[in-house]
């Protein structure tokens, strides 16, 4: 009699533990899927806080310095050409035809930015960018070739005509990239960099211009 009031004990005991197993592994599930922290936070009536200042977060989105967007790919045919005062070309000239393959890196360059330019509003915040520049033009080597170069009978080929020519290229790569409106694509990528950044630190609403 004595041994079935103890089975009878445990029965409820191993119940009542089995049940607060699970309520445990529920809690823990739900929890680590967030929705936890938002009943928790519904019930309490508590409401997440961003302790971030306009200066804190101008170091932090300084820290990313030149912030390189888009890279542009281009292609021209320069023409450099040195001539005699007295001679025709084709006795004192010297006539070079260059294609030069050249990549032009633009974007912003967050070391720039002031304290003026953020503006921190409880979980809002706005930035102003600084204006999106060429950060670097450069002239492939690999894909750079001299298509034709005239040297006139009665005059040695200048060894700098060469790199003048590239000197042009570069310069005018540089230019068709912005005419191709790379500025405007570095622009609208810094923004999406910058508020990706921002939205991670936890702001819900991002302004950024």
């Known amino acids: 009699m004595a041994f079935q009031d103890v089975r009878s004990t445990i029965r409820p005991l191993a119940a009542g ?19 936890w922290n938002r009943f928790a936070g519904f019930a309490t009536g508590r409401r997440s806080r961003i302790e971030v200042s306009a200066p804190a977060l101008v170091d932090r989105i300084s820290r990313l310095s030149r912030l390189e967007t888009v890279v542009f790919s281009l292609d021209k045919i320069v023409e450099g050409e040195h001539q005699s005062a007295y001679l ?9 035809l260059m294609i030069a393959h050249g990549e ?8 720039k930015l ?6 921190v509003h409880g ?23 001299i298509y034709s170069r005239i040297t006139g009978l009665l005059v040695p ?11 042009a290229a570069e310069e005018q790569i540089g230019k068709a990239a912005v005419g191709d409106g790379i500025l405007d694509k570095a622009q609208l990528n810094a923004r999406t960099s910058v508020t990706a950044l921002l939205s991670g630190l936890g702001f819900k609403h991002v302004e950024v211009d």
């Open 88 to 96: 025709p070309n084709f006795l004192g000239g010297d006539k070079l």
């Open 157 to 167: 080929a200048d060894p700098d005509l060469e790199s003048q020519v590239r000197q």
């Open 104 to 111: 032009v890196t633009a974007g912003v360059d967050l070391s």
């Open 114 to 119: 002031k304290p003026g330019d953020v503006a």
């Open 123 to 145: 979980d809002s915040v706005q930035v102003r960018l600084p204006t999106p520049e060429v950060l670097s033009t450069r002239i492939d080597n690999a894909q750079t070739r």
């Open 17 to 35: 533990i089995a049940i607060g197993f699970l309520l445990l592994a529920v809690i823990a599930h739900v929890a680590q899927g967030g929705w």
